[in-house]
T-cell receptor
Framework: NAGVMQNPRHLVRRRGQEARLRCSPM?????VYWYRQLPEEGLKFMVY????????ESGMPKERFSAEFPKEGPSILRIQQVVRGDSAAYFC?????????????FGPGTRLTVL | AQKITQTQPGMFVQEKEAVTLDCTYD???????LFWYKQPSSGEMIFLIY??????QNATEGRYSLNFQKARKSANLVISASQLGDSAMYFC?????????????FGTGTSLTVIP
């Protein structure tokens, strides 16, 4: 059973370009979470998705950021017109929907560098 | 109010000694879970230990134990017999159940350095 997969592992973009980060959850997991970790800081929740549904996007910046988790395929975090402040590690985690004892399984992260 | 508070930005411990990393939490949800994760310099997040709000006993996983004090809303991580490989960032996290799923909150982390 493969773990959570994220690609690319490293992404370099110039200011103004778009960044697309992909996350494939563990098999059987229907919940995906995206977090951002700025250098020397902890994880900050961004968005929580189920298949075809955004459950909670309270941590997402209002502009330039969007996320989706289609019925087929990976979850995508899209950052449009990137700026230097978007440089960070972006982690995806998945979990099954079981009300008791849910661990989040983390992917290895995508490190975005904006030049 | 912060959902998860880790008040120790950095900690040092002598190799083979025990160390306690503090974590307090804030929730009104009667059913919640508490987690600790380790993030070494390589960057991945590694699950260490879990404690459910209804668990009567403190969770243990090898050299890791969670000192769960429900009335104080604290969930401190104890690492016994520290090893050099334990040097890493440690994050405390909490899961709250909602109508549509689970929400997770993370603390700001504690950087642990094990001294030979």
């Amino acid at each position: 059973n493969a773990g959570v997969m994220q690609n690319p592992r490293h992404l370099v973009r110039r200011r103004g370009q778009e960044a697309r980060l992909r996350c494939s959850p563990m098999k059987g997991h229907s919940h995906v979470y995206w977090y951002r970790q700025l250098p020397e800081e902890g994880l900050k929740f961004m968005v929580y998705l189920q298949k075809e549904n955004i459950i909670d996007e309270s941590g997402m910046p209002k502009e330039r950021f969007s996320a989706e988790f289609p019925k087929e395929g990976p979850s995508i975090l899209r950052i449009q017109q990137v700026v230097r402040g978007d440089s960070a590690a972006y982690f995806c985690a998945s979990s099954p929907f079981v009300l008791d004892h849910n661990e989040q399984f983390f992917g290895p992260g995508t490190r975005l560098t904006v030049l | 109010a912060q959902k998860i508070t880790q008040t120790q930005p950095g900690m040092f411990v002598q190799e083979k000694e025990a160390v306690t990393l503090d974590c307090t939490y804030d929730t009104s949800d009667p059913s919640y879970g508490l987690f600790w994760y380790k993030q070494p310099s390589s960057g991945e997040m590694i699950f260490l230990i879990y404690q459910g709000s209804y668990d009567q006993q403190n969770a243990t996983e090898g050299r890791y134990s969670l000192n769960f004090q429900k009335a104080r809303k604290s969930a401190n991580l104890v690492i016994s017999a520290s090893q050099l490989g334990d040097s890493a960032m440690y994050f405390c996290a909490m899961r709250e159940a909602t109508n549509t799923g689970n929400q997770f909150y993370f603390g700001t982390g504690t950087s642990l350095t094990v001294i030979p």
